[in-house]
């Protein structure tokens, strides 16, 4: 069956898809598995889609969009999982902006209720030229593989106590410093549910390249992805020639998108320059900052988000935890030079020209 597509949301954009698609009326209920849906309802709010250039488009009741299947773990959003079996007619979600589909299992009250997206059947993909036989896509095709390049430049990592702590400012603020410092900024993406809104803001601060993994064809990551992932963006990114790679993880140091992984694997951690944590109040940074040190041997370098919003919070981190303290909204230019200070001797003298 052949159908016209209102949107396109972002977590499909390896395939480079038109607005008509081929449909087939089995699916294979996988992650991954692109599918075609038919929006039902109207929402004030949550209401928005992230199309594959990055831009929001509102959804109305009757638009017919082109997602993912995935699953999700979100405090301030949904949680939901792929289902056993999925079947044309059958009545799923839209989990989050980039367009992942599932089975709503939990919400946040603050978000409201997810849309409800009716199942048209599995986008159908023609690798071969001028072929009439469509195979099942799948966001992994045209996705990253990971080259064997070795990555020699430092990695900010960007950690955070939970969603929605301050990491994608923070990282927006260290990646400006940098690229006007000017050195090849590379930005990174590496765990959480697909969207592009983070990486396109490091893009807008002044990265030269950035990646996430749903470019390594992952809609949403987990325990058996994070570190996996995280390798094949270094090693694309180095391919680049970048001289700082500022990587940014989604979700919490205790969420379930695999920031455990990253954190404890022993090739990654050696590839820190430095370590930025983003909590959202005293006690989270109290916290963050113990638990990364006692579980993982982490050291963290600056505290940044919510709860250095002011004096109390800034001299309470200082003075009480012990880790310098800036603000990525009120101080921007002091976390940035901060970071490219403690950075500095690993960056050598490779400059943009």
């Not at 963290?300 to 919510?306: E, K, M, T, Y």
């Not at 009480?320 to 003298?349: H, M, Y």
């Amino acid at each position: 069956m052949k159908v016209f597509v209102d949107k396109v949301g972002s977590v499909t954009r390896n395939l480079g898809l038109g607005r008509t698609v081929h449909l087939a009326s089995e699916v294979k209920a996988e992650e991954g598995a692109v599918v075609a849906v038919r929006i039902h309802g109207e929402k004030s709010t949550y209401n928005q889609l992230e199309d594959v250039h990055g831009r929001l488009v509102t959804l109305h009741a009757g638009d017919i969009v082109v997602g993912a299947l995935g699953h999700r773990n979100a405090l301030h959003g949904y949680e939901g999982v792929v289902p056993a079996s999925v079947t044309v007619g059958e009545r799923l979600h839209v989990l989050n902006m980039g367009g992942v589909i599932g089975k709503c299992t939990s919400h946040n009250h603050g978000v409201g209720l997810p849309f409800e997206a009716e199942v048209l059947g599995q986008v159908l993909e023609f690798p071969e030229l001028m072929s009439r036989t469509g195979q099942p896509a799948h966001v992994s095709s045209g996705a990253l593989k990971g080259t064997s390049s070795p990555v020699k430049c430092p990695v900010v990592y960007v950690v955070g106590t939970c969603m929605n702590s301050g990491k994608t400012f923070a990282s927006a603020a260290m990646v400006r410093k940098l690229a006007q410092a000017g050195f090849r900024v590379g930005g990174a993406k590496l765990t959480g549910v697909s969207l592009m809104r983070d990486t396109l803001s490091m893009q807008d601060s002044g990265a030269d390249v950035v990646m996430d993994f749903t470019d390594a064809g992952i809609v949403c990551t987990g325990p058996r992805t994070g570190a996996r992932v995280a390798r094949v963006l270094f090693s694309e990114l180095a391919a680049e020639n970048v001289d700082v790679i500022v990587a940014e993880t989604g979700d919490g140091i205790m969420g379930e998108y695999g920031v455990q992984g990253i954190l404890a694997d022993p090739e990654l951690k050696s590839l820190a320059g430095a370590w930025v944590l983003c909590a959202n109040d005293p006690v989270g940074a109290s916290g963050g900052v113990r638990h990364l040190r006692e579980a993982y041997g982490i050291e963290v370098d600056v505290v940044a988000g919510p709860a250095t919003d002011n004096a109390v919070g800034v001299r309470f981190v200082e003075q009480v935890v012990g880790i310098p303290a800036r603000n990525a909204r009120a101080d921007a230019a002091a976390l940035g030079g901060l970071i490219l200070e403690k950075i500095a001797p690993k960056l050598g003298a490779g400059r943009k020209s």
